[in-house]
């Protein structure tokens, strides 16, 4: 049980171009959903956190309109990267909080981003 | 903020029993403490989590003192494939603002 997903695995774009990110909470229900970026060697580093219906709340130094941040519906939530830059490359992992059976958040298997 | 330290990387030996400390000194009422194990490229992946005294699970066991500002995963008899990373993460999910990951511990198991 818990399982979260995320779509694509990997992604190279053009630099200037938007790429979208899907994050699935497959068998439970999400009424959390986080998002984290992740550089070579370093720890896992929180951008936003979204509700089901309501706006994300972005971290600290995240720009929401490059980060825009959808969670439409209790399984669902999507990390768009508008006119992305190469510095944007890195590894983005989505977790997912909710209706598990254990009070903590589940991981996707996240999405390495190369932007040239 | 109940900022965690670990050691930033341990090594040990396959069958051996590792035992890996997390310090957070200003651990909060509400805050559980969670443990995390990451393999490069993959997202973490949830090994235990406890509130108080003894956890144990199929994996791993975590132990958490009375006074709950330390916490030890221990794991038994590890093998190559438990070579990762593992963090350790205190907070309470209705409160994100807690949600903040450590450097976390490189462990690297030997044959």
């Known amino acids: 049980g818990a399982v979260v997903s995320q779509h694509p695995s990997w992604v190279i774009c053009k630099s200037g171009t938007s790429v979208k990110i899907e994050c699935r909470s497959l068998?439970?229900?999400?009424?959390?959903m986080f998002w984290y970026r992740q550089f070579p060697k370093q720890s896992l580093m929180l951008m936003a956190t979204?509700?089901?219906?309501?706006?994300?709340?972005?971290e600290q130094g995240v720009e929401k309109d490059k980060f825009l941040i959808n969670h439409a519906s209790l399984t669902l939530s999507t990390l768009t990267v508008t006119s992305a830059h190469p510095e944007d490359s890195s590894f983005y992992i989505c977790?997912?909080?909710?209706?598990?059976?254990?009070?903590?958040?589940?991981f996707g298997p996240g999405t390495r981003l190369t932007v040239l | 903020l109940a900022k965690t330290t670990q050691p930033i990387s341990m090594d040990s030996y396959e069958g051996q029993e590792v035992n890996i400390t997390c310090s957070h000194n200003?651990?909060?009422?509400?805050?559980?403490i969670t443990w995390y194990q990451q393999f490069p490229s993959q997202g973490p992946r949830f090994i235990i989590q406890?509130?108080?005294t003894k956890v144990t699970n199929e994996v791993a066991s975590l132990f958490i003192p009375a006074d709950r500002k330390s916490s030890t995963l221990s794991l038994p008899r590890v093998s190559l494939s438990d070579t990762a990373v593992y963090y350790c993460?205190?907070?309470?999910?209705?409160?994100?603002?807690?949600?903040?990951f450590g450097t976390g511990t490189r462990l690297q198991v030997f044959p």
């Open positions: 977790s997912a909080y909710g209706t598990s059976s254990t009070d903590t958040q589940y």
């Open positions: 068998d439970f229900q999400a009424t959390t």
């Open positions: 979204s509700n089901e219906g309501s706006k994300a709340t972005y």
């Open positions: 200003n651990i909060a009422t509400n805050d559980y």
């Open positions: 406890g509130y108080k």
């Open positions: 993460l205190v907070g309470d999910m209705r409160d994100t603002d807690k949600l903040i």
